[in-house]
C-alpha cells in the first residue's frame, strides 16, 4: 500500500496543472480577418502602396511609348506610365469636387500624396474664361481647368504645376445614347481648356490622364455600358488633343510642344490599352494621321514607323 501510494504521488507531481484563463482572455473576443474586399484599394491593385518617405512619390514605373504622332511642332505621345512620374512641365489632374482634400482618390490623391510634405488641400486655383479672364477660386466649375503650384516632392521631381481639369460625370446622367452625346463633347472641351491653361502658364510639356474615364462612369452586371464609357472617354481625350495640336501647330506663340495622353496598365478602371485601340480607330478613319510605335520590346526612345495612312 504505501509502494502505490508513493507511485500516486509522483504520478499527481509529474502531471502539469492545466493554466487558469483571465476572465479578460475569456471575454476578449477574437480579431477576424479583414476580408480583401473590404480593405483600402491601391492603384496597385491589392499590393501596398510604396511611398518614399522624403519625396511622398512612389517609385518609377517603366516608361513604354505605345503610340507617336507629330503634328506641326506638337509632339502627342501615348504611353504606359504612372502620371506622377512623368517627366513633364504640368500634370492635368482628373479632378471633382473632392481634388486635393482628404477625402481624394485615384490620380488625384496619389498627385496630393506626392506633394508631401507641403500640405495643398484646398489651395487657390487660377483659371480663365475663354475669353482670358483670370479667376481665383478654391473650387473649379465643370469642363473648367484650375492651375495649382506643385510643390514638395513632386516639384522636386520636376513637375512645376497642377492642371486641375474637373470634367463631366456620366452618372449624373442615365444610361443611353444620349449620354454620349452630352458627355463626351464636354470632356473635350474640358481638354482644350487644360491644354490652354497649360499654354497659359508657359509649359512646354504635360502629361494628360483619360479625364471622365474611370470611376464615376456607370455600372450594371449585364451590360458593358461601364467599358463603352470608358472607352469613348478615352476617344474623346484623343480627338480633342489632336484638334487642340492641329490649330496650335502653326502658332509659334504656343509654348506646349509635348503632350503625353497616360495611362496604366493595370488599373480596373480602364488601361492604356483602350487608349491605343481607340487612336488606332481613330487612324484608320482618318487619312491624314501618321502614326509611330514603339513596341514594348525595344526601348521607348527606339520608335519605328508602322503606317502612314
Not at 130 to 155: F, M, N, W, Y
Request: some cysteine; charged content about 25%.
Amino acid at each position: 500500500e504505501d509502494q502505490s501510494l508513493a507511485n500516486f504521488e509522483r504520478l499527481n507531481i509529474s502531471k502539469k496543472t492545466p493554466k487558469k484563463k483571465s476572465i479578460r482572455q475569456i471575454d476578449a473576443p477574437r480579431k477576424k480577418p479583414i476580408p480583401n474586399s473590404l480593405k483600402p484599394a491601391t492603384r496597385s491593385m491589392g499590393k501596398p502602396e510604396k511611398i518614399t518617405s522624403k519625396t511622398g512619390i512612389r517609385p518609377s514605373v517603366p516608361m513604354k511609348i505605345h503610340r507617336k504622332l507629330i503634328i506641326g511642332s506638337i509632339t502627342i505621345r501615348i504611353i504606359e506610365a504612372d502620371i506622377v512620374t512623368c517627366r513633364v512641365d504640368a500634370v492635368i489632374n482628373a479632378a471633382n469636387s473632392q481634388s486635393f482634400t482628404p477625402m481624394d482618390g485615384g490620380i488625384s490623391g496619389a498627385l496630393r500624396r506626392a506633394c508631401a510634405p507641403a500640405n495643398v488641400c484646398r489651395a487657390e486655383k487660377i483659371w480663365w474664361s475663354d475669353d482670358g479672364t483670370e479667376h481665383r477660386d478654391e473650387k473649379i466649375a465643370t469642363t473648367q481647368a484650375g492651375v495649382q503650384p506643385s510643390a514638395g516632392g513632386l516639384l522636386d521631381a520636376g513637375i512645376k504645376y497642377i492642371v486641375h481639369a474637373v470634367g463631366p460625370i456620366w452618372t449624373d446622367h442615365a444610361i443611353s445614347a444620349k449620354t454620349f452625346k452630352i458627355v463626351t463633347p464636354l470632356i473635350q472641351l474640358t481638354a482644350h481648356r487644360a491644354l490652354n491653361a497649360c499654354c497659359l502658364i508657359k509649359a512646354t510639356s504635360c502629361a494628360i490622364p483619360a479625364i471622365s474615364g474611370g470611376i464615376f462612369t456607370h455600372y450594371r452586371v449585364d451590360s458593358d455600358i461601364k467599358d463603352r464609357e470608358q472607352r469613348a472617354a478615352r476617344r474623346a481625350i484623343i480627338e480633342a488633343v489632336i484638334s487642340w495640336a492641329e490649330q496650335h501647330s502653326s502658332d509659334e506663340t504656343t509654348s506646349l510642344k509635348s503632350i503625353d495622353i497616360c495611362d496604366l496598365s493595370f488599373r480596373s478602371k480602364g488601361a492604356v490599352h483602350m487608349f491605343v485601340e481607340e487612336f488606332d480607330l481613330l487612324s484608320s478613319e482618318r487619312a491624314s494621321l501618321a502614326c509611330i510605335e514603339s513596341p514594348s520590346n525595344e526601348s521607348p526612345t527606339s520608335t519605328k514607323l508602322i503606317n502612314t495612312l
